[in-house]
């Protein structure tokens, strides 16, 4: 393993996020995928031990700043209050100690669209969590989400499935559907990239499509996605030379 890769040794096992720890939500407007907060707690206690022994966080700032002026009749009668934390997440991770800052906001008194007022009790609460969750995303947890993957409808199947996996009740039979599912697409899309697509640059495209999603089919699949990307490289080469021959074969010939 590089010295590149050791350093995204933990990234890269908590990237990932099971769709059932994902629920949809709308902030300022604005429909995004919100994850749970239990599920990174649970998921960072799994990597670092529990909370205050291997990880845990301390609060640096808590405070209530003014917001944008009330009018009533054109007069301001008040203004709204965002409450803001800053928080200092530590953890332990093989024999070392890190630490990761930011910040937490929430609105704490506000006038709705409707023109009442609006106090809520639980803002420092979520200014807390919302600090500690991007604390943690810093460290890769939940990247998928945070990184706009989970927009993708291709991507948010494929974890679906692995979700399911990893809840089925029988684990073997579910596990050999995703292998044949995995199987079947890798042999019908080397199969159209060797006798379907008709220009040599789509076949490129197509090919570099596919390798971008196999590491991920396959992981959900659990087999080793070397044997497969074989498969496409030599399915593209032999596409390729089928049109360059078909090409040829059109050419007039001058006697």
């Given at each position: 393993m590089t010295q590149e890769n050791n350093h995204l040794a933990l990234w890269a096992q908590v990237e990932k996020t099971p769709t059932d720890a994902?629920?949809?939500?709308?902030?300022?407007?604005q429909k995004i995928?919100?994850?749970?907060?239990?599920?990174?707690?649970?998921?960072?206690?799994?990597?670092f031990g529990p909370q205050g022994i291997?990880?845990?966080?301390?609060?640096?700032?808590?405070?209530?700043d003014q917001g944008a002026p009330v009018l009533l009749k054109e007069q301001v009668i008040g203004y709204e209050q965002t409450h803001t934390c800053q928080l200092t997440l530590w953890y332990e991770w093989e024999?070392?100690?890190?630490?990761?800052?930011?910040?937490g906001h929430t609105r704490a008194v506000y006038m709705t669209n409707k023109g009442s007022f609006i106090t809520d009790n639980e803002a420092p609460k979520k200014s807390?969590?919302?600090?500690?969750?991007?604390?943690?995303?810093?460290?890769?947890?939940?990247?998928?989400i945070y990184t706009g993957l989970f927009d993708d409808a291709g991507y948010r199947q494929l974890r679906e499935a692995e979700t399911r996996l990893e809840n089925a009740e029988d684990f073997d039979a579910e596990l050999k559907k995703y292998r044949?599912?995995?199987?079947?697409?890798?042999?019908?899309?080397?199969?159209?990239?060797?006798?379907?697509?008709?220009?040599?640059?789509?076949?490129?495209?197509?090919?570099?499509?596919?390798?971008?999603?196999?590491?991920?089919?396959?992981?959900?699949?659990?087999?080793?996605?070397?044997?497969?990307i074989s498969m496409i490289h030599k399915a593209r080469d032999e596409g390729i030379a089928?049109?360059?021959?078909?090409?040829?074969?059109?050419?007039p010939t001058h006697g």
């Open positions: 994902v629920k949809p939500a709308t902030v300022n407007g995928s919100a994850i749970d907060t239990m599920h990174m707690v649970k998921l960072a206690t799994k990597l291997g990880w845990g966080y301390s609060i640096d700032v808590d405070r209530f024999g070392k100690r890190g630490e990761v800052t930011h910040f807390v969590t919302d600090a500690m969750k991007k604390c943690l995303s810093q460290l890769g947890f939940a990247a998928d044949d599912d995995y199987a079947d697409w890798l042999k019908r899309e080397c199969d159209t990239l060797r006798n379907k697509i008709p220009h040599p640059r789509s076949i490129e495209i197509s090919a570099d499509t596919m390798l971008q999603r196999i590491n991920d089919r396959a992981s959900v699949a659990r087999v080793d996605p070397a044997k497969g089928r049109v360059k021959a078909e090409r040829q074969e059109k050419e």
